[in-house]
Each structure stands twice: as structure tokens, then as C-alpha cells.
């Protein structure tokens, strides 16, 4: 059985920077394909990014150039580095493991201008 934990949100100034963290217990080739998805209130789930086993990344165009996703295989850990961050960006961020089909609770990133 996997379980994926977040950490890592909170509340920042519009331009600040956060960074997630995701840690896969369980089943450690769950770490590889994994993404970010984020919702916001009243709104649908939505893609941010994603990594696969090769460490090629994509990104949605609403975050490409300011948010940077990685892994650390050794620790089971995704990370999501969000720069210059907008009050848009504000919603619940959860990460999934696509190979065991799990999501993790979620972790609150709020900005305000």
C-alpha cells in the first residue's frame, strides 16, 4: 500500500516562493511519473506538472517558467519549486503517483497581493 504526504505550503506575499514536497511511503517505484495538481475553490482540478522516470518535466502554461519540478529518488521525494508566485496561484496542490494510481491530502499554497 502506498501513502503520499505534502508539505511545504503556507501563505506568501504575491512574488514569493514556496517549495513542496512530496514523500512516497510504501512502495518506492511509486515515485517514478509523478505529478502536481492543484484546485481551487469553486474550481476543477487542474494539471501543473508532471516528471517522468527520465527526469523530462512538463508544465502547464500557467506556471512554465516559474515553478520547477524535481525528484529525489533516494529520499521518495517530488518537489515542486514555485517562484514569483501570483494570488491566482492560490489553491489545495496535490501531488500523484500515476504508476499506483494514488493522490496524497494536499497542502495549502495561499497568496495575497
Known amino acids: 500500500q502506498v501513502r503520499l504526504v505534502e508539505s511545504g505550503g503556507g501563505s506568501v506575499q504575491a512574488g514569493g516562493s514556496l517549495r513542496l514536497s512530496c514523500t512516497v511511503f510504501g512502495i518506492s517505484y511509486c515515485i517514478y511519473y509523478m505529478s502536481w495538481y492543484r484546485q481551487a475553490p469553486g474550481k476543477e482540478r487542474e494539471f501543473v506538472s508532471n516528471i517522468n522516470s527520465d527526469g523530462r518535466s512538463t508544465y502547464a502554461d500557467t506556471v512554465e517558467g516559474r515553478f520547477t519540478i524535481s525528484q529525489d529518488n533516494a529520499k521518495n521525494t517530488l518537489y515542486q519549486q514555485m517562484n514569483s508566485l501570483k494570488p491566482e496561484d492560490t489553491a489545495m496542490y496535490y501531488c500523484?503517483?500515476?504508476?499506483?494510481?494514488?493522490w496524497g491530502q494536499g497542502t495549502q499554497v495561499t497568496v495575497s497581493s
Open positions: 500523484k503517483t500515476t504508476r499506483c494510481k494514488s
